[in-house]
């Protein structure tokens, strides 16, 4: 893994963790935590743009009150959507 790919890992977890409300900091950081360690650079590209929609957004997507758009469709979206990764 190259130093550049780290420093993007660690400005991701940093970013998807200090979201502004606990609620997406929970959705989206603990989304980070549980599926990172397996990201090659098209995942952590998706993460990057995910994190610069609008949190609430992001939840509607996860929760499935608002479709989700073409670019975020595929398969780490559908694991978004299952919210299993979310502890409290």
Do not use: C
């Not at 397996?38 to 957004?57: G, I, K, P």
């Not at 975020?72 to 919210?83: D, N, R």
């Amino acid at each position: 893994m190259s130093d550049i790919f780290k420093a993007r890992l660690a400005r991701a977890k940093f970013r998807a963790w200090h979201r502004g409300t606990r609620e997406a900091d929970y959705m989206i950081g603990g989304f980070f935590n549980r599926y990172h360690p397996s990201w090659a650079e098209a995942e952590l590209a998706w993460f990057e743009a995910l994190l610069e929609e609008e949190d609430v957004d992001i939840m509607a997507w996860a929760l499935g009150t608002q479709a989700v758009p073409p670019e975020f469709a595929g398969p780490q979206m559908i694991a978004f959507t299952k919210l299993d990764y979310v502890t409290i």
